[in-house]
């Protein structure tokens, strides 16, 4: 699930 939070703020800065 850990994975999961990181690939979520990876794709949050590629947006920002």
């Known amino acids: 699930m ?3 939070t ?3 703020r990876y ?3 590629m947006m920002i």
């Open 2 to 4: 850990m994975s999961t």
């Open 6 to 8: 990181r690939q979520l």
């Open 11 to 13: 794709l949050a800065t």
